[in-house]
């Protein structure tokens, strides 16, 4: 009889510390729509097509094939001119990291990123297409939930937003590498690299709606649920000696303790955009057979992909590394690894 007391009182326990953890969360626009469980057309900005999926997180667009990284959140208020007039809020408190003022100098527009060190992981969030920026707002500041980073706008670099589509791009996610100037240099794009580690092409985005909606009906409390509840699409191991430096700075991602002895490799599961979701360190017995630095694939399920993103193509009848997920692979661990 005790024991099953103790039991109670162990499982009230857990039940109150993850109470303790769960997130208190801002919208990033003053729009209630969301809040009050309206549909997508009244808080998503479609993007020219009149469909409002079209401003959703995925393969949204040009039928499927074309890639969109977060949310288009359209605006609720206009000055006479029709420019859009919403403040832009930072939803958890975090640290500013990275602000680009200069408009033709990212897709993103004028942006800001913050990083959220109190999360687990220590997402990022991602405000872009700015018409302008708080002023005085400074990289390394801390701010808290709520804060205003500037107002909602149009601004875009190489292409161009009507102000009748004005509206917020609003992104969390992860970063692949602190090395990002080392696999960029290397890919001989023709362009300067404007925007260090906060350059697009090194952001990994989660579906910031599906995370918000798990949130609101209580099946997640924090980032480390939503991660753990992410489906496998492609998990591959890799026999190397490295760790990279995304696993240093998502430790909660890691499925288990780093092994005492040597590091023979590593067990990683992808989710269907190729974000990285669960690593698995591997001791040197677990590793012995496999080629050093060449990903083998042990895993995939191909139903659960879609048509924009390229992780993993049939070759001689087996399953072989994709373009989109050599380029994460190759971020991660630097241009050692052979496909």
Do not use: C
Not at 123 to 140: D, E, F, Q, S, W
Not at 208 to 233: C, I, K, S
Not at 248 to 262: D, F, I, N, Q, S
């Amino acid at each position: 009889m005790r024991g099953s007391w103790m039991m109670v009182a162990l499982a009230l326990l857990a039940l109150e510390l993850n109470a303790q953890e769960r997130l208190i969360l801002a919208w990033p626009t003053p729009n209630p729509a969301w809040w009050e469980g309206r549909p997508v057309t009244d808080f998503l900005q479609h993007a020219g097509s009149g469909d409002a999926q079209s401003g959703a997180f995925g393969g949204v667009r040009s039928g499927g094939t074309r890639f969109h990284e977060g949310l288009d959140l359209k605006p609720i208020a206009r000055d006479r001119r029709g420019e859009a007039m919403d403040d832009v809020l930072v939803v958890m408190d975090g640290v500013v990291r990275h602000i680009n003022s200069s408009a033709g100098e990212s897709s993103y527009g004028r942006y800001v990123v913050v990083e959220h060190p109190g999360a687990k992981p220590a997402v990022y969030t991602l405000y872009g297409h700015l018409a302008r920026i708080a002023p005085g707002l400074k990289v390394g500041e801390q701010i808290t939930r709520g804060y205003v980073l500037g107002m909602m706008g149009h601004s875009s670099g190489g292409y161009v937003i009507p102000k009748e589509r004005a509206h917020l791009h609003f992104e969390i996610g992860v970063v692949m590498t602190r090395d990002f100037q080392a696999w960029y240099g290397g890919q001989k794009f023709g362009s300067r690299n404007q925007q260090g580690m906060w350059n697009g092409l090194n952001l990994m985005g989660i579906d910031p709606l599906a995370f918000y909606e798990e949130w609101r009906h209580g099946r997640v409390n924090t980032f480390q649920d939503h991660f753990a509840r992410m489906e496998t699409v492609v998990r591959l191991r890799i026999a190397t000696r490295t760790t990279p430096n995304f696993v240093t700075r998502y430790p909660a991602l890691l499925t288990r303790e780093m092994p005492v002895g040597p590091l023979g490799g590593w067990e990683i599961r992808f989710n269907w955009t190729g974000l990285p979701f669960a690593w698995t360190p591997l001791g040197l017995i677990e590793m012995a057979g496999l080629p050093s630095e060449l990903p083998k694939i042990i895993e995939v399920d191909a139903a659960v992909g879609q048509r924009s993103k390229s992780l993993v193509v049939k070759k001689r009848g087996e399953w072989a590394v994709g373009k989109d997920l050599k380029v994460a692979l190759q971020q991660l661990f630097g241009p050692a690894l052979r496909f």
